[in-house]
């Protein structure tokens, strides 16, 4: 996913795996993030979408959009979406969907004054 | 998987001929030895003589969620159903050597496998089950001395002596750093642990497979066959330099080698590649470690069926692909093997999807008389064409990597980890760019409506049950810091972590305090960024 947003000329900052919601905000606070993007796999998708939204809050980013992808049932595609996730993309959903999609965010992000 | 109609390779990219014929094979004497005969080495044609007509394949389905009670009756289940053995999937906690009281391990306990804490815990898992007559199987890696000495102390509980247990411990640290990524500790104490427990068992418990060294992470991560064969060669190379370093034989412990591969839809390059493992194997085991006992040149592996190849889309139709998975892995010679289940792209799969698995293998086993005949595409000029290609370039790549000084060399620079990303970015691109047809992905679209398939939900009550237990636990127990002083000496003194280790689970010392001991004595690994 990184070297597909890389060659649509996004700037991919991979902080790896497990990193937690509290260390990914504190990254996006100090990189200045257009979008932030999370993969989960394990089915933990919904309470980890929770502490992510609930530190974004606390790290004052509301402006900036969260994504999330990976091994999500489509039963919990609409319980991440009301729970504040911006855009959710379960496994099958082809890659350049996904670029386009979170490019999009992105644009609309940069827009806002 | 092809490039176009026209110009056809394989996955791992080797040019496919329109026809082969007797002149792709060479000199018939010489293609007599690279085959050989099935049970000697070079064991290409099987690493038993009889193969299936003394002795099917175990059937040998991954199973794990929830607490120990919630695991042990889908094990019940699985066996009432014709299972002939047990595969054990721990949750990330477990993997990752936290207790499931650890705020880290809020979100994820008992999701991807089962909860275990304690000895307690792996006892109640395997409450009604003998395990002096049941082979189980343990996808366990940085934790896996410590649930080694959890199941050890189980199975004392039950009366059944050490020497008796059957199964395999999967303890394969460094493909946990190239593709699996559950990894704790730095790769080399990493790698003593694992000599640790290989040395205990070639003693202690002789009919145990101490490791299982596995390409199949790999290749689900993206890489193919020709990476898969070298990065596992690779690494069983440095297993064993590392066993042979403490002065143990190499005749001694590689029998119980044990070895696990991805099995594709690509069935002609997967049995081709099944044949070459077992023939590089014999051949290093023979030429590097000078190997003179045959069954230490014998190489014996485990098949997964790959789920990446899986798809969310039209989901029923993934039982097709598990089917010719699970038929590949039988002609390449498999000794267990285990099938996904058809709604594995989108959760934990249900008892339905598990059971319908399991008949798969059974059908295959008993409806297709492709049991009855040992390695029954030998000769086919395509197939014995395909494994001496693929065996040229495996051994090409084990030399690239013996140039970077060996596996664990080569690992800490990052070299196979970004091998596998861009091989990976390769074949989502040509699924992308409509070069590889993936049907109902993109072609044969099918506007479906997917949330009319019945999904596993956990039962989200089972963290607190979990957690009650584990209070429970704590409260009834006593002191154990003796136990853990005694298992910190032996982590930093160099002697065998094992027997400490086993003292302090009988004690009740619980996975995520044993794992505190190693980290404090080894350090924790963080991945470099390859980016």
């Known amino acids: 996913m990184s070297f597909a947003l890389r060659d649509a000329g996004c700037e991919v900052i991979y902080l790896g795996l497990r990193s937690t919601p509290t260390e990914m905000m504190t990254v996006a606070v100090e990189e200045d993030v257009d979008v932030i993007g999370a993969s989960i796999l394990s089915g933990a998708h919904l309470p980890i979408a929770g502490d992510l939204i609930a530190e974004r809050s606390r790290h004052c980013l509301e402006h900036v959009p969260v994504v999330v992808g990976g091994i999500v049932p489509p039963r919990d595609v609409a319980r991440l979406l009301e729970m504040g996730v911006d855009e959710v993309f379960p496994a099958g959903t082809a890659i350049a969907d996904v670029v386009n999609r979170i490019t999009a965010l992105a644009d609309s992000r940069q827009e806002r004054p | 998987m092809s490039e176009t109609a026209q110009n056809p390779t394989t996955g791992s990219g080797i040019p496919v001929a329109r026809l082969y014929t007797a002149a792709d094979l060479g000199d018939p004497a010489a293609l007599d030895e690279r085959i050989g005969a099935p049970g000697q080495p070079p064991f290409t044609r099987g690493p038993y003589a009889e193969m299936y007509r003394q002795r099917l394949w175990t059937m040998r389905q991954y199973a794990g969620y929830g607490s120990a009670e919630d695991t042990n009756q889908r094990f019940h289940y699985l066996l009432e159903q014709g299972q002939t053995a047990l595969s054990v999937a721990f949750d990330l906690p477990t993997q990752l050597g936290l207790d499931s009281s650890a705020p880290a391990a809020k979100a994820e306990v008992g999701r991807v496998g089962v909860a275990i804490d304690t000895a307690d815990d792996m006892a109640d898992l395997f409450a009604g089950l003998p395990l002096d007559d049941l082979s189980v199987n343990f996808t366990i890696n940085a934790t896996a001395p410590i649930i080694l000495a959890f199941y050890l102390v189980a199975a004392e509980r039950q009366g059944a002596d050490r020497s008796q247990l059957a199964g395999t411990l999967q303890n394969d640290i460094l493909k946990e750093f190239v593709a699996r990524k559950t990894f704790i500790f730095p790769p080399e104490p990493s790698m003593r642990l694992v000599g640790d427990v290989v040395e205990f068992c070639t003693s202690e418990a002789p009919r145990f497979n101490p490791i299982s060294i596995t390409g199949y992470h790999a290749r689900e991560a993206g890489c193919d066959t020709v990476q898969e064969l070298a990065f596992t060669m690779s690494d069983a190379i440095a297993y064993a330099e590392l066993l042979v370093g403490r002065g143990l034989s190499f005749d001694a412990f590689a029998p119980r080698f044990s070895f696990h591969f991805a099995t594709t839809l690509e069935m002609f390059e997967e049995v081709a590649k099944l044949r070459v493992a077992r023939r590089l194997w014999a051949q290093i085991a023979r030429d590097r470690f000078g190997a003179t006992n045959p069954e230490a040149m014998r190489l014996r592996f485990f098949s997964g069926c790959s789920g990446a190849t899986l798809t969310a889309q039209q989901p029923l139709n993934n039982v097709v692909r598990s089917t010719i998975q699970c038929l590949g ?23 339905e999807a598990v059971t ?36 040229a370039r495996a051994t090409e790549l084990i030399g690239v990597i013996d140039g970077l000084g060996g596996a664990v060399a080569a690992i800490e620079a990052g070299v196979p980890q970004r091998w596998i990303a861009e091989s990976a970015y390769r074949s989502e691109m040509a699924v992308a760019n409509l070069t590889a047809v993936k049907v109902g992905v993109n072609a044969h679209v099918e506007e479906e409506d997917a949330t009319e398939l019945r999904l596993f939900e956990l039962d989200e009550m089972g963290r607190d049950r979990q957690l009650a237990r584990l209070d429970r636990h704590l409260e009834g127990r006593a002191d154990v810091s003796d136990a853990l002083a005694a298992l910190s000496g032996a982590a930093t003194s160099g002697q065998n972590v094992m027997e400490p280790l086993i003292e302090a689970a009988r004690r009740g ?23």
């Open chain 2, 356 to 391: 319908l698995a399991l008949r798969t293998q059974q059908i295959i086993a008993h409806e297709t008389g492709v049991a009855d005949t040992v390695d029954p595409l030998a000769g086919s000029y395509f197939v014995e064409a395909l494994t001496d290609e693929l065996e």
């Open chain 2, 329 to 351: 892995a039988v002609l390449g010679g498999a000794q267990s093997i285990h099938v996904m289940g058809y709604d594995e792209a989108m959760a934990i799969p249900t008892d």
């Open chain 2, 509 to 531: 010392a619980t996975l995520g305090e044993l794992s505190d001991v190693f980290r404090k004595a080894f350090g924790t690994h963080r991945e470099p960024s390859l980016w």
